[in-house]
């Protein structure tokens, strides 16, 4: 308890310590790991990959069957009376703009946020910097020696922090594009399983 009681007040110390930029960076933390989370699990969830690949044909013949999103989109692309090969891929084009921009847009804004941590960060670092030539201004003395350490601890804790909040992001966003890929793969073998299953006769 006393352990943890410890690791706690030095948490609160190196955010005290890292000046106002600490609050943005904690902001641009907040922001990014809950995009990122909502992006992976956007992108994990349903079936939407290979692994139940020998159960299309099934599937494909009796929509009603189909589970999950593979399910969805089978059901999706091949309702109607008058199927025709143009119109499964029109329709295989819609559910890509959907699925696929939709998790595009998610990246987007994991990238603008892991670049945006280090960059507040390093904003703290020119403040802290600041503070130490304010320091060294006022010449000698405990008060002089008390502003550059604090402008060091300023510059050093806001650029860690930075690059501590980007990397583990980065690794998200690196899985989540892995995913992305993924379910772009899926959808072009489903599509061809589509048009060879319902149209092998044309």
């Keep these: 308890m006393n352990s943890l009681l410890a690791n706690l007040q030095e948490v609160v110390s190196i ?13 641009v933390a907040l922001l990014l790991y809950t995009s990122a989370t909502a992006a992976l699990l956007y992108v994990s969830q349903g079936n939407l990959n290979a692994k139940e690949k020998e159960r299309w044909p099934r599937w494909i013949e009796d929509p009603e069957s ?3 999103r593979v399910g969805d989109v089978i059901r999706y692309t091949v309702h109607g009376k008058r199927l025709s090969i143009k119109r499964v891929h029109r329709r ?6 959907v699925l696929i921009r939709s998790i595009d847009r998610r990246l987007i804004i994991i990238a603008t946020l ?7 960060g390093l904003l703290g670092t020119v403040g802290g910097m ?11 003395g405990k008060q002089s020696m008390g502003m550059i350490a604090s402008g060091m601890k300023e510059a050093l804790f806001t650029t860690l922090t930075g690059l501590v909040i980007a990397l583990p992001g980065m690794f998200i966003a690196m899985v989540v594009r892995g995913q992305r890929n993924e379910v772009d793969a899926t959808l072009a073998q489903l599509q061809s399983a589509i048009v060879t299953t319902r149209f092998r006769k044309v």
């Design 66 to 68: 189909a589970e999950g």
């Design 130 to 140: 600041l503070d130490m030539f304010d320091g060294l201004a006022a010449g000698g």
């Design 92 to 97: 295989f084009d819609e559910v890509r703009e």
């Design 15 to 27: 955010f005290t310590d890292g000046g106002a930029v600490m609050v943005a960076l904690a902001v």
């Design 114 to 120: 892991v670049a945006a941590a280090p960059m507040t």
